[in-house]
C-alpha cells in the first residue's frame, strides 16, 4: 500500500513514520478497522479461528513497535468478535522478527502467539508460560531438506516446548512455493506421528 509491493527494508513507510507520523496513524487506524471488519465477517460466516500478521514489527524500535503496530494489533484484537455459534473463536498474533516483543503481544488479550523460526521455542514458551498458545516455529526452508531431517527438526522443537497443551506445530512462517509436496507430508506425518507423548 505505502511501498508499493513488498519490502525487506520498509524504506518508504518508515520514512513516512518518521516525516509524517500523524499521516501513518491515520492510515493505520483505518487499516485495523478494515482487518477487524472483514475478520468478524469472517466470523459471522463461520471461520473458526483467526490470525493477523504483523510484516513489520520485528524492524521497528522499541518506541516504535508500541506506537506504530502493537497498539493497532492490540485494538484489532479488542474490536474482534469472541464467540460464535456458541464457541471461542480464538485469535492469534503473529509478529515476523517479533521475538523481542512475545510478552507485550501476549498481553493484548489474543489467545496464541505466531512464532517465526528465529526464537527458540522453548525460551518463548518460558518467557510467557501458559498465558496463550504458541503457534510455531520451524523455518520453511528446512522442507527442502531430507525426510529423516525433517522429521530430526520437528523432534527437537516438540521437545524444546514439552509436555501440555497450547502448541499449535506450525511453520514460522508462509511455504515456499517450490517445496515438494511429499516433504511436506512427511513434516504433516512426523508431528502427528511425534507429538503424541508430549500430549498425553
Given at each position: 500500500?505505502?511501498?508499493?509491493?513488498?519490502?525487506?527494508?520498509f524504506t518508504?513507510?518508515?520514512?513516512?513514520?518518521?516525516?509524517?507520523?500523524?499521516t501513518?496513524?491515520?492510515?493505520?487506524?483505518?487499516?485495523?478497522?478494515?482487518?477487524?471488519?472483514?475478520?468478524?465477517?469472517?466470523?459471522?460466516?463461520?471461520?473458526?479461528?483467526?490470525?493477523?500478521?504483523?510484516?513489520?514489527?520485528?524492524?521497528?524500535t522499541?518506541?516504535?513497535?508500541?506506537?506504530?503496530?502493537?497498539?493497532?494489533?492490540?485494538?484489532?484484537?479488542?474490536?474482534?468478535?469472541?464467540?460464535?455459534?456458541?464457541?471461542?473463536?480464538?485469535?492469534?498474533?503473529?509478529?515476523?522478527?517479533?521475538?523481542m516483543?512475545?510478552?507485550?503481544?501476549a498481553?493484548?488479550?489474543?489467545?496464541?502467539?505466531g512464532?517465526?523460526?528465529?526464537?527458540?521455542?522453548?525460551?518463548?514458551?518460558?518467557?510467557?508460560?501458559?498465558?496463550?498458545?504458541?503457534?510455531?516455529?520451524?523455518?520453511?526452508?528446512?522442507?527442502?531438506?531430507s525426510?529423516e531431517?525433517?522429521?530430526?527438526?520437528?523432534?527437537?522443537?516438540?521437545?524444546?516446548?514439552?509436555?501440555?497443551?497450547?502448541?499449535?506445530?506450525n511453520?514460522?512462517?508462509?511455504?515456499?512455493?517450490?517445496v515438494?509436496?511429499?516433504?511436506?507430508?512427511?513434516?504433516?506425518?512426523?508431528?502427528?506421528?511425534?507429538?503424541?507423548?508430549?500430549?498425553?
Amino acid at each position: 500500500m505505502v511501498e508499493g509491493g513488498s519490502s525487506k527494508a520498509f524504506t518508504k513507510i518508515k520514512k513516512m513514520m518518521y516525516a509524517d507520523p500523524q499521516t501513518l496513524h491515520l492510515l493505520l487506524d483505518k487499516l485495523a478497522d478494515s482487518v477487524i471488519d472483514y475478520l468478524n465477517a469472517q466470523i459471522r460466516a463461520g471461520a473458526q479461528s483467526v490470525m493477523v500478521f504483523d510484516t513489520w514489527g520485528g524492524v521497528l524500535t522499541p518506541r516504535d513497535y508500541n506506537d506504530f503496530s502493537l497498539q493497532y494489533m492490540h485494538k484489532i484484537v479488542d474490536g474482534l468478535i469472541r464467540e460464535n455459534d456458541g464457541r471461542r473463536v480464538p485469535v492469534t498474533l503473529f509478529t515476523k522478527n517479533g521475538g523481542m516483543w512475545l510478552e507485550k503481544i501476549a498481553d493484548t488479550g489474543c489467545d496464541g502467539v505466531g512464532l517465526d523460526w528465529t526464537i527458540n521455542i522453548a525460551d518463548a514458551r518460558h518467557r510467557i508460560g501458559d498465558k496463550v498458545a504458541l503457534q510455531g516455529n520451524m523455518d520453511p526452508s528446512m522442507l527442502y531438506a531430507s525426510p529423516e531431517r525433517i522429521r530430526e527438526e520437528v523432534a527437537t522443537i516438540l521437545e524444546g516446548y514439552g509436555e501440555g497443551t497450547g502448541h499449535v506445530f506450525n511453520l514460522g512462517h508462509g511455504i515456499h512455493l517450490d517445496v515438494p509436496p511429499e516433504n511436506a507430508g512427511v513434516f504433516v506425518d512426523a508431528v502427528h506421528e511425534l507429538s503424541k507423548p508430549y500430549h498425553q
